[in-house]
T-cell receptor, first 113, second 114 residues
Framework: KQEVTQIPAALSVPEGENLVLNCSFTDSAIYNLQWFRQDPGKGLTSLLLIQSSQREQTSGRLNASLDKSSGRSTLYIAASQPGDSATYLCAVKVPGGDDKIIFGKGTRLHILP | NAGVTQTPKFQVLKTGQSMTLQCAQDMNHEYMSWYRQDPGMGLRLIHYSVGAGITDQGEVPNGYNVSRSTTEDFPLRLLSAAPSQTSVYFC?????????????FGEGSWLTVV
């Protein structure tokens, strides 16, 4: 059974620092891995999607990497800003034709001004 | 482009009452799904649909019904609300099956059962 884990559950860093969020999954048979951002009281917004054949994706200050063989992904945020404060979730899409997506529980990030 | 629209945003129910959470998408997505999000539990799949007329159970389907009469709409029905169904509910949609498809979420529906 696929399980997705995100450690730590919460993280506080000073503004301006570069940081890495971690995501691990137990079964390397995935279609893709997606990183989401969730602001309090809001839905999830997709940040980056990495297909299983890809190693990384970049968008602005964000870079996500994928190592399928080791079951790991990282989300790198450069030059963090207070506006980056949110909960970040990773999710894997598993084979089976029914579009099932398994989520981690998220890392709550707080950027200190 | 509205994306995924959920209503209502907030609802308080009494135990035993029934209600329907509405979800609509305007992106012609085949796949739609309902999740609930609880503290410490993350997002859990309730029901999903791979197209109009087709629905299936997710991880936590008990106490909920769904139907998919059109591509656009995927309502979630609570048959007899229980306090354990107090949660935040998210509807999501995406294009069919291809690995590279992004999933889009609604803004959520906060439900309290007293």
């Amino acid at each position: 059974k696929q399980e997705v884990t995100q450690i730590p559950a919460a993280l506080s860093v000073p503004e301006g620092e570069n940081l890495v969020l971690n995501c691990s999954f137990t079964d390397s048979a995935i279609y893709n891995l997606q990183w989401f951002r969730q602001d309090p009281g809001k839905g999830l917004t997709s940040l980056l999607l990495i297909q299983s054949s890809q190693r990384e994706q970049t968008s602005g200050r964000l870079n996500a990497s994928l190592d399928k063989s080791s079951g790991r992904s990282t989300l790198y945020i450069a030059a963090s800003q207070p506006g980056d404060s949110a909960t970040y979730l990773c999710a894997v899409k598993v084979p089976g034709g029914d579009d099932k997506i398994i989520f981690g529980k998220g890392t709550r990030l707080h950027i200190l001004p | 482009n509205a994306g995924v629209t959920q209503t209502p945003k907030f609802q308080v129910l009494k135990t035993g009452q029934s209600m329907t959470l509405q979800c609509a998408q305007d992106m012609n997505h085949e796949y739609m799904s309902w999740y609930r999000q609880d503290p410490g539990m993350g997002l859990r799949l309730i029901h999903y649909s791979v197209g109009a007329g087709i629905t299936d159970q997710g991880e936590v389907p008990n106490g909920y019904n769904v139907s998919r009469s059109t591509t656009e709409d995927f309502p979630l029905r609570l048959l007899s609300a229980a306090p354990s169904q107090t949660s935040v509910y998210f509807c999501a949609s995406s294009y069919g099956g291809a690995p590279g498809n992004t999933i889009y979420f609604g803004e959520g529906s906060w439900l309290t059962v007293v």
